[in-house]
């Protein structure tokens, strides 16, 4: 077989009645975390509890399959197994093994997690479909622990100088992650609207968060605020406060000037340019495809490495990787 997936609005496994994280609705669909730009009403969908919890309302799927993390079930004559990804809480990897061929799809992967807990574990599989948002050499994090340090140093002295410190970052998975980030720091949060429900989600789905309040912008309080990067209204009407825009777009600032950012951490939910390298390492693969952002850029540097690479589709809208 010369292809193993190919591009439709999603990833569609040749051969099987099966797409990863399809864009349109499908008959058979891995979900693999709850951003809404995987979420579909699909009529069956194969995802973690914590997916289907977290997916927004009009967004979830019609028939949901829950898969735990570490669990394998049979497909058809296949069987998929589930592996955390680091990205969100609930995000998988899909192992898919079919005829002693193991095929990896990472969906979005985070390998650094910090705090001194391992990397995300990575599965052996000959053929793997790896995610390409941060796929351009000059994407490098500084490690995860460091980068929290310095930005809980900026929202330490902000407070200390009776400025509001704003975090700017996705509203789903990525605030939440900030937050438990910071959370041995003991600040208190005020999230902006759009923040509220997607924190509730989380602690519906098991995770404690630090304290937080819905932002009221006459009276933040000493606290954190946080908010998505656009549509800055509530942020605008705050006394005086200090922004940061939270993202691996840090390492772009021509882009997050684009956000009226004061500041920029590189704080990513994903794999830098070294970490996807190092899944591919992982994983043992023959073969790879690229999906999202930078996928013909880290197709091209992998195929001079002499790695069999594939661009399954061109970069999309650089929003997804917020
Ligand atoms: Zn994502």
Request: charged share 25%.
């Amino acid at each position: 077989m010369t292809h193993h997936v190919t591009w439709d609005r999603g990833i569609s496994l040749v051969g099987h009645d099966l797409w990863f994280d399809p864009q349109t609705i499908r008959e058979v669909a891995f979900v693999s975390h709850a951003h809404s730009d995987h979420a579909r009403r699909h009529r069956h969908a194969l995802l973690t509890s914590e997916t289907l919890e977290l997916s927004p309302g009009p967004r979830k799927p019609r028939g949901a399959r829950l898969v735990g993390l570490g669990q394998t079930v049979p497909l058809g004559d296949a069987r998929v197994t589930l592996y955390d990804a680091g990205h969100m809480l609930g995000s998988a990897q899909v192992l898919f093994e079919h005829r002693g061929v193991r095929l990896l799809y990472t969906g979005d992967i985070k390998l650094r997690r910090g705090w001194g807990r391992p990397d995300t574990a990575v599965p052996k599989a000959e053929v793997l479909v790896l995610e390409s948002t941060y796929g351009k050499p000059h994407f490098r994090f500084p490690d995860p622990d460091s980068v929290v340090e310095t930005l809980a140093l900026f929202c330490r002295r902000a407070l200390d100088a009776n400025v509001v410190p704003v975090l700017l970052t996705h509203a789903l998975g990525k605030a939440q992650e900030v937050m438990l980030a910071l959370a041995p720091y003991g600040f208190e949060f005020a999230l902006e609207e759009r923040c509220v429900e997607p924190a509730r989600a989380y602690e519906r789905a098991g995770a404690s968060l630090p304290p937080w309040s819905e932002l009221d912008p006459q009276r933040p309080g000493r606290r954190v605020v946080v908010a998505p990067p656009s549509g800055k209204d509530a942020v605008r009407r705050l006394p005086r406060h200090r922004t940061a825009l939270v993202s691996g777009w840090a390492q772009e600032p021509s882009f997050w000037r684009l956000f009226g950012a004061d500041f920029a951490f590189p704080y990513s939910d994903h794999c830098d340019f070294d970490e996807l390298l190092a899944v591919i390492d992982r994983s043992g693969a023959e073969k790879v495809y690229t999906v999202h952002g930078f996928t013909e850029e880290l197709a091209r540097h992998l195929r001079k490495r002499g790695v069999r690479a594939h661009a399954l589709a061109a970069s999309e809208q650089l929003a997804l990787a917020l």
